[in-house]
């Protein structure tokens, strides 16, 4: 199996549930992970990353750690620094309309969302809101193509197209399709060679769908024009994933594969939670499992099963811790203090 993994952690792109995937890995193996100074959940995002964001890491005593999976905007002569030039380099991609939806709702007090109603009204008339200058103005367009540390701002010519796809294509070796999340973790799987429970997963940081919003055909086609950068991006990426799966699986084993990961998810819930899937986060009663709420999301979270034994608690309450608890978790634990 891999062990050194670089992930570009993509906001709104069930990265968080496959963030708990490298955290379950990294711990169950004794990994080290490149986390930020002081144990944060950012690599001081949004700024491009360098490698002296990273606790442990300094130029006098430069040192590596197997696994970057932290909120970083990309920068890859400074990832380099700190993992093993062997690493496996890899991110998730989503549809930049669904994308931007939830950022709308997730981000609402982000300057440019904070004033305008609704998404439609956003979308009217952008520049009434938005500003290339506002610091946080990435969440409100291109904000993968700012994560890949791109421009958001920079104009869409086939060329300069071209010359971005051609540079993520360079740095990474797989880009994963959030709307194809299993058969995006079956072709992980094979690629870090990895045994098929180390990428089962439940998915974390999601929104009630109370909170989503319908869009009519007219947003959508606003939303792709104002996110041309991220469009042009996930529309390649989408089409080669599936060049891929064609050229190195086949669909018919891509079938198998999906099924047996969904059969070994529906036991795990089984034999995990109660009721069988996530619930709202005032339904949430062990306080330590409840993720953050952000915005005007609410995201849900999961009750595991009481009376289980010690292991298979252990591994049930892996699979659902959220994300900012399972990160300072890790932390402490890689930074404990050694008693003098």
Known sequence: PKTDIVFLKVHKSASST?????FRFGETHNLTFAFPLGGGNQLFYP?????????????????????????????QP????VVSSSAIYFSILRNPVQLMESSFAYYKGASAF????????????????????????HYARNLMAFDFGFNPDGEVSAERVQLMLKA???????????EYFDESMVLLKEMLCWDLDS????????????????????????????????????THFNRTFWERIDRDFGRERMQREVRALR????????TCLQGMGSVAPKDIKDSSLRPLQHGNAKILGYNLKQGLDKETERMCRRLVTPE??????LYKKQFAQKPP
């Open 18 to 22: 496959v963030m708990n995937i490298l």
């Open 324 to 329: 900012l608890q399972y990160s300072s978790a």
């Open 263 to 270: 059969e070994r998810q529906a036991e795990l819930a089984r």
């Open 168 to 178: 993520i294509e360079a740095s990474f070796d797989l880009l994963l399709i959030s």
């Open 78 to 81: 400074e990832v380099q620094k």
């Open 199 to 234: 990428v089962v997963s439940f998915p974390l940081n999601i929104r009630d769908s109370s909170t989503k919003s319908r869009l009519s055909d007219t947003i959508v086609e606003k939303i792709k024009d104002w996110n041309r950068l991220d469009w042009e991006i996930y």
């Open 114 to 137: 904070s004033r305008a109603r609704s998404l439609e009204e956003f979308l009217r008339q952008p520049y009434h809101y938005y500003s290339p200058t506002d610091g946080d103005r």
């Open 47 to 75: 700024h491009h990353f360098l490698a002296r964001f990273v606790q442990g890491f300094t130029s006098r005593s430069p040192r590596q750690f197997n696994i970057l999976c932290h909120h970083m905007r990309f920068l």
